[in-house]
Every structure is written in C-alpha cells, then in structure tokens.
C-alpha cells in the first residue's frame, strides 16, 4: 500500500511538472523562454513527436518512442504523467470532488466503434498528407488551443491593469502589453473543446481519453502488451468496488474482477483505494491462462493489428511610440488587394508541407513576439483551419526573429539559422498606385520604405514628391511594409504569399538589421 501511494505521489507530480510547465509556455508574454526549455517539455508530447520524426527521422524527434516504451512496459503513463490535457482533466475531476458534485465512477461500456475510427481516419488523413484528425482531436494541441484562447488573453488583461494601477505610484515594475487581436472562431473552437471536457468529465472521468482521443486509442492498443498491468488479485478481493468506485476512466469491471488496460490510465487511484493491496501492477508475460485478461466482447482484435501496422508503417516516413506623427489618410482606398495565397509562416518549406505536418497547438502563436502569427479560419480551407498564418494587417514577421522556428514541435516549421531565415522570401511585395496616398492625397509618407529591412520598397521622385518602387527579387515577405502602410480598407502596399517559400537574393550594399528592435512599430 505505502509503494503504491509512494507512485502516485511521483505521478501526481510529474503530472503537475509537465501541465503547469506547458501552461507557464502556452501563455508566456514576456519572451524570456529559450528554446530548450519549450524542447524539454514538448518532446514527449505524443503527436507532435511522430510529426516531426516523419520529418526529421532522428533520435532528437522520437519522443514518442520512449512513450511507446513506457507505455509497452506500465501501460498508459503518458495518459495520467506528460499529456497536459489529460492533468486538465484530472484537475477538473478533483474539483468536482471537492465540491461533492460526484461522489464515484462506475464501469463504462466501450466504444470501439468510434475510438477505431477515429484512429483510423486520423492515420489514413495523415498518410494522404494532412494532420487535420490530429488537429482537431489532438491532445496537446487542444490544450494548446484553450491556453492560447483563454488563459493568455487574462493573463495580458491583468498585467495592464496591473501595470496602469502601479504607474499612479510611479512604479514600472509591470509594463503595457499590446494585445493585436481576438480570433473569434478559434476562441469558440476553444470554448466548444472546454464544454466538452466538463460535460465528459463530469459525466464520464476520462471519457474524451478513451472515446474521442486518438492518442489514447493507439496507447491503449500498445498497452494491451504492456509487460506489469493493472490486476485484481481474486485471493486478496473482497468485492467491496472500491477500486471501481475511484477508476476515473471507468475501466474496472468488479463483478468479473477485470481491468480493461486498453482504457486504463494509469491514474493509480484503484491502488490507493484498495484497503487490501488487492490491485495492483502484476508481471503479465507469463502464459497462465488464469491470469489472462478476457476479450472485451465484441473486440475484433484484427482491426486494431491493422491499424497498429498502419501506423508503424507510416512512422518509416512574438510600448513606446515613435516621435513621428502617424499619416492619417483623408479618403478610403478603393482597389482590394489581390493575393492568390495566404503567407503561412517560415521554415514551413511549402504549402502541403505545412498543412500536413502542423497540428494548430498555438505554440508558435504564443511565441511569436510581435503577434503577427494569427490563428487562420479558412485561410487554408477546412483542412488547415486553426492552422497560424502571417496577418499584416495586425503586425509583421521580425527579420532578426525565429522563434517560430525554435518552438515547433512537431516539425511543421523546419529549423533555419538566421542568416537563410533573413532569405527566406515567404511572399513577394506588389504596390497598388491608386491606393497610395501619394497619388490619392499628394501628399508624401514613405513609411513602407523606411520599415522594410532589405530596402526592396525604396522612393523614387514622382510630381515633385517620392512614391514607392518595389524589387521582388530581395523582397522576404516579412509584411513590414503592409503594416506599416496607413491606407484603409485596402493597403497600398501588400504582400502575396509564396505557396512554395523561395530564396530571395541578398540584398547589395551596408547590411540590413530589423527597424523593429527597440521602438514599437511602425509610427
């Protein structure tokens, strides 16, 4: 009993190392995160592990082997120890408790039916070039998306209530953060997958984890052969349910004294519960009959063999404002700016690549110190929705930035030094010339010149005042000179993605730096 409550001590810590962790990661404001520390906790994260080993194919991306391994050893650890999701959910459950709103759990019946299918469907998208099962049943990128929706958005509302409270004092201990914009579809994406998690809960403990998560579906399979599983010793029960009443994934049949450790997560709370030691992690590889599990009725273990192969198969493939006056324009623009594709981040090589490989955990979205990076609705189409994309008219993409780059983690934004990130072309400029202020007001501005960091928008006389000449060729689509232009509703100067991301040529004389690093851009 002391060794098993010993486990559950360690599990409940890890548990909570890893959720407040990805938490603290998730809605960071302040930027001051290295990558290693994102690296440390994201490595283990199940999906976006197998992502980016199918894209890196080294041992730096196989994460979700250790899991496999730990999971082939104790069964489904992941579940209750590393997946935050799930450390979500067991916080939920705890306060139901406390508030009396559930007293016990009760044996669920399976849904393997819709768990295979769910499973299936995720791996077969996938194999056709698309993460968008993953994306939207993910568990880390779910949490993702709920951190980023919720918790960071209160966070960046009480610092600036915060920080103007203190400034009466004379205290700048907190400083004014600039929130660009709310998302409204990935905030009720977000609001739709809390509900959901309360509902289960509520309902059902761990429900999600063993209907609707595919994650949990393929450990579960792994875990049926895992080598110490969970069983009731006949000898030492007593028939008092206890381990049942406390089984947050409702996987403990009493009556037949059997642990279904396809749906068990490991949460330990039978073995603590157990006045007698009557349950708990017994060596299983033995062939003793007596000791086997019985098949969960209506199981068709050829399907889960197939789908467990076709998944091993697949596996072998980001203040201060500028002395300068902002130019208002008088007069609305006219002319909409024509772009033929949406900029989707750097390091994302081409557009399939990224719409295959990226789960829209919101991790980059949280990191990106500008906040140019913007959760997408159909941007991409239904396949990429929530899938971040590069909105100008919010912000910019800084030329000495890549933590984009640096925080992914499931390779979808493939690694680049900063110099080639400085010749990553993600789009190419276009000017509007009745739409520039120039033309429409006669009066002079030049702000998209004076913010682009490779000088590919430059002035030129024109009718006695200077109007913007573009050269695409050194242009990197970094969007300096979208945001910095103050036309409405259309700007006069955008940039037009790249569905395949070019090397742009280096630009010729003094070298470039980003006019983003110690004023707020762009007035």
């Not at 019985?294 to 789908?307: A, S």
């Not at 990429?384 to 912000?395: A, E, I, V």
């Not at 682009?452 to 970094?478: H, R």
Request: charged letters at 20%; one cysteine or more; glycine letters at 6%.
């Amino acid at each position: 009993m002391r060794f098993y409550r010993a486990l559950k001590w360690i599990r409940v810590v890890v548990a909570l190392v890893f959720f407040l962790a990805l938490g603290i990661l998730f809605v960071d404001v302040t930027g001051i995160f290295r990558p290693w520390m994102y690296d440390m906790f994201t490595y283990l994260q199940f999906t976006p592990s197998i992502l980016k080993f199918i894209n890196l194919t080294t041992l730096a991306a196989a994460g979700f082997a250790f899991v496999l391994l730990l999971t082939l050893l104790f069964g489904r650890i992941y579940c209750s120890s590393i997946c935050p999701l799930g450390t979500f959910q067991d916080v939920l459950i705890r306060l139901e408790k406390k508030f009396k709103i559930r007293k016990r759990f009760t044996y669920i019946r399976t849904y393997n039916w819709l768990r295979f299918i769910l499973l299936g469907a995720g791996i077969l998208v996938l194999v056709l070039g698309s993460a968008v099962v993953f994306s939207w049943l993910d568990p880390f990128g779910n949490f993702g998306k709920m951190t980023t929706a919720f918790a960071r958005p209160v966070l960046i509302g009480l610092n600036n209530i915060g920080a103007l409270i203190l400034k009466q004092f004379d205290s700048y201990a907190l400083y004014h953060i600039s929130y660009k914009t709310f998302n409204l579809w990935p905030f009720v994406f977000a609001l739709i997958v809390l509900i959901t998690l309360i509902l289960m809960t509520w309902h059902r403990g761990r429900l999600f984890c063993n209907t609707l998560c595919p994650v949990g579906t393929l450990l579960g399979l792994v875990s049926r052969f895992s080598v110490f599983r969970i069983k009731i010793k006949e000898s030492e029960c007593n028939s008092c349910w206890r381990c049942a009443f406390d089984c947050k994934a409702g996987c403990i049949q009493a009556e037949e004294k059997r642990v279904d450790m396809t749906r068990c997560v490991g949460c330990m709370n039978c073995m603590t519960a157990c006045p007698k030691s009557g349950i708990g992690y017994k060596f299983a590889w033995k062939k003793n009959k007596s000791q086997e599990l019985p098949e969960t009725t209506g199981t068709d273990t050829g399907k889960r063999k197939f789908i467990l192969n076709t998944l091993l198969f697949t596996l072998g493939m980001r203040g201060l404002l500028n002395a300068q006056e902002k130019i208002v324009p008088t007069k609305k623009t006219t002319i909409p700016e024509e772009k033929s594709q949406t900029v989707f981040p750097p390091g994302g090589k081409n557009i399939e690549h990224f719409n295959r490989f990226c789960t829209a955990c919101h991790l980059c979205v949280s990191a990106c110190p500008t906040q140019v990076l913007q959760p997408s609705f159909l941007q991409y189409g239904i396949n990429g929705m929530f899938q971040p994309y590069l909105d100008y008219h919010k912000s910019f993409c800084n030329y000495e930035c890549t933590k984009c780059l640096d925080v992914c983690p499931n390779g979808a934004l493939l690694a680049l030094p900063l110099e080639e990130k400085k010749l990553n072309q993600l789009g190419q400029v276009n000017f509007i010339k009745d739409n520039c202020i120039v033309e429409t007001e006669g009066t002079d501005c030049g702000a998209c010149s004076e913010h682009c960091p490779t000088k590919a928008v430059y002035m030129v006389p024109y009718n006695g005042l200077y109007l913007p000449e573009i050269n695409q060729d050194i242009c990197v689509g970094c969007g300096a000179c979208e945001y910095a232009c103050p036309t409405e509703p259309y700007k006069a100067i955008y940039v037009d993605g790249n569905a395949l991301h070019h090397k742009a040529k280096k630009p010729e004389g003094e070298k470039m730096e980003s006019p983003l690093e110690e004023d707020e851009f762009p007035f």
